[in-house]
């Protein structure tokens, strides 16, 4: 695989200017930035995801967690959620906890030794006093959406199922 180091001599520029051209800094003149491109493209060049996150801390990736992938709900909230993420240059590892907490303790653990960035929950994946313990041991930051775990400091996104019956149930009516 060629490195940077690699794109640098071929395009006969500093290490510096090849990982600006890279990284899309705008100081770099429009020449050197064209021979540095023709340089990646020659050599097939792909930055290191891996080095990248060793030197960011950030693996930009959010892990997202739900009960039941079969179930109908879950599919349109989890493309909401990839758009959201793609948008703003992060990916996502989903995964399925079976609907058991098991599993979900299990899965919860994988997710966090890919060392994401974010949780999302999507429903109940795992029991509250597993998930305080996981957060007082510095997990990253963690969304529960449509469960409250009873930990008062986790944010919750919930839909509000009574108000919602009642606009369907006044829609009918009307």
Do not use: C
């Not at 990982?19 to 020449?31: L, M, Q, T, Y």
């Not at 540095?36 to 693996?59: D, M």
């Not at 929950?121 to 957060?135: M, S, Y």
């Amino acid at each position: 695989m060629p490195t940077l180091k690699d794109v640098a001599k071929r395009a006969g520029v500093s290490l510096g200017t090849a990982s600006a051209v890279v990284n899309n800094k705008p100081w770099v003149r429009e020449s050197v930035r064209q021979r540095v491109l023709k340089a990646i493209e020659e050599l097939n060049y792909r930055p290191s995801q891996l080095g990248r996150n060793l030197r960011t801390r950030q693996t930009r990736t959010i892990g997202v967690i739900v009960p039941d992938i079969t179930n109908p709900f879950f599919p349109q909230v989890i493309r909401s959620v990839q758009a959201v993420a793609r948008q703003a240059g992060y990916v996502i590892v989903l995964m399925d906890s079976n609907e058991s907490y098991e599993i979900g303790r299990k899965v919860f653990e994988a997710v966090l030794s890919n060392e994401v960035d974010g949780i999302i929950l999507i429903g109940d994946i795992l029991p509250g006093e597993d998930l305080r313990k996981h957060l007082e041991a510095g997990a990253p930051p963690v969304v529960a959406v449509e469960n409250d775990f009873g930990i008062p400091e986790l944010p919750l996104v919930q839909v509000d199922a009574v108000h919602g019956g009642y606009l369907a149930t006044r829609h009918l009516i009307d």
